[in-house]
């Protein structure tokens, strides 16, 4: 298993500012994902953040707007940039361990945003 | 497009009574389901998952589940659920083989037991 803590629990933003989430794993890990919930909908892929690389965005995500870093093999970082009330969701940072080859994903507690 | 969809988005139990929860997919090819809960304040964690064999699964505190490859689908069941019980409940699927993290989830049911 995996213990992924996540900074900011919780935030509120203004309108056309930045802010950016970070994400902590007690262990070291290939592939970092990040997920979005908006109200009342289900979770959406948003990147892939591998370590030594560009992440991988999903359709209708682009880098622009989702920035992601990835320094090291345990930690990683989103940035939402000029956000919108439209940007008000829950961010998820997820993983895969290397020891469970069966493609469970372990969550962090989520980073809820809302934007004025 | 692939798609994940729960018919139930909240659903209200006495405690003893029995669960079933419903989840279709929309895949054609080989997929991987996953049924995760979060109690409230928790975070997001797996109640259990079918890549392959047995179609009956059964997960972490009494919970099971069923894949039916001809309904395209992946109930989740419990015979008696407890007040502890109360939570969200996503069902999601894979037609990635391996660790790729990228799963499509459903909506998600609110699952309210009254004590």
């Known amino acids: 298993s995996a213990v992924i803590s996540q900074k900011p629990s919780r935030d509120i933003c203004q309108r056309g500012t930045s802010l950016t989430i970070q994400c902590q794993v007690d262990s070291q890990v290939t592939m970092m994902f990040w997920y979005r919930q908006q109200p009342g909908q289900s979770l959406t892929l948003i990147a892939t953040a591998n370590q030594g690389s560009e992440a991988t965005y999903e359709s209708g995500f682009v880098i622009d707007k989702f920035p992601i870093s990835r320094p090291n093999l345990t930690f990683s970082t989103l940035t939402v940039s000029n956000m919108s009330p439209e940007d008000s969701s829950i961010y998820l940072c997820s993983v895969v361990t290397g020891a469970s080859n069966t493609g469970e994903l372990f969550f962090g507690e989520g980073s809820r945003l809302t934007v004025l | 497009a692939q798609s994940v969809s729960q018919h139930n988005h909240h659903v209200i139990l006495s405690e003893a009574a029995s669960l079933e929860l419903g989840c279709n997919y929309s895949?054609?090819?080989?997929?991987?389901l996953f049924w995760y809960v979060q109690y409230p304040g928790q975070h997001l964690q797996l109640l259990l998952k079918y890549f392959s064999g047995d179609p009956l699964v059964k997960g972490i505190k009494g919970f099971e589940a069923e894949f039916i490859k001809s309904k395209f689908s992946f109930n989740l069941r419990k015979p008696s659920v407890q007040w502890s019980d109360t939570a969200e409940y996503f069902c999601?699927?894979?037609?990635?083989?391996?660790?790729?993290?990228?799963?499509?989830f459903g909506q998600g049911t609110t699952l309210q037991v009254k004590p």
């Open positions: 895949y054609g090819g080989t997929v991987n």
């Open positions: 999601a699927a894979s037609h990635f083989s391996g660790n790729t993290g990228k799963l499509i």
